[in-house]
């Protein structure tokens, strides 16, 4: 099963912050965070592995709540480098 991702879309001033949530009904084993800029491949961004893990990738910030079964992605105080589509994928149990 897909994990489910909101907002659908977010249009960011430079210097804004958004918040992406990936969240599952079964219970998420690994979630793997993608960023895909137009018309390129998409870039692996990072994986987090059990619950309460964060990560961060230049002001990019990944979460793990393991109980809640989401995943967040922070964009912090965004830039033009970081336009594109981001998502998400899940390895559920």
Same mark, same amino acid.
């Given at each position: 099963q897909k994990p489910v991702q909101g907002p659908q879309a977010v249009i960011l001033q430079e210097g804004e912050d958004a918040i992406i949530n990936c969240n599952s009904s079964?219970? +998420?084993?690994s979630v793997h965070w993608?960023?895909?800029? &137009? =018309? #390129?491949?998409?870039?692996f961004l990072m994986i987090l592995l059990k =619950? =309460? #893990?964060?990560k961060s &990738?230049?002001?990019?910030? *990944?979460?793990f709540n393991e109980k809640?079964?989401?995943s967040s +992605?922070? +964009?912090? *105080?965004?830039q033009l480098s970081y336009s594109g589509t981001y998502f998400c994928g899940a390895e559920t149990q």
């Open positions: 079964k219970a +998420l084993y993608y960023r895909q800029k &137009h =018309g #390129e491949v998409p870039d =619950g =309460g #893990e964060q &990738h230049d002001k990019i910030v *990944a979460t809640k079964q989401q +992605l922070y +964009l912090m *105080a965004s």
